[in-house]
Nanobody
Framework: QVQLVESGGGLVQAGGSLRLSCAASGSIFSIKAMGWYRQAPGKQRELVAT???????DYGDSVKGRFTVSRDNTKNTVYLQMNSLKPEDTAVHYC??????????????WGQGTQVTVSS
């Protein structure tokens, strides 16, 4: 019922920047939180950054100080500005959202994932 569409992934050299976007659509009463997680080959999926409806943010330790998460509630969109990228950032990045439905149920949705590759 809710779809998350990601864009902005790609190939970049170390030290470069990328901006990811994730737009949510569908039967959404309100957004509780949206954010980004990533998974590299052979590693567990880890938190990158999240932002709540109140504007509170949370960052993974490995990206703190380099990445910035933001939102546009009017567009149901969350962004991830990634600066000073490192090869260790190479991973599939997944958009995540927690949405309150019209039946007062909180549902968790994931995007299809977008590849971020940082070359040495």
């Amino acid at each position: 019922q809710v779809q998350l569409v990601e864009s902005g992934g790609g190939l970049v050299q170390a030290g470069g920047s990328l901006r990811l976007s994730c737009a949510a659509s569908g039967s959404i009463f309100s957004i509780k939180a949206m954010g980004w997680y990533r998974q590299a080959p052979g590693k567990q999926r880890e938190l990158v950054a999240t932002i709540t409806s109140g504007g509170n943010t949370d960052y993974g330790d490995s990206v703190k100080g380099r990445f910035t998460v933001s939102r546009d509630n009017t567009k149901n969109t969350v962004y991830l500005q990634m600066n000073s990228l490192k090869p260790e950032d190479t991973a599939v990045h997944y958009c995540n959202g927690q949405f309150l439905s019209f039946s007062s149920i909180v549902n968790n949705y994931w995007g299809q994932g977008t590849q971020v590759t940082v070359s040495s």
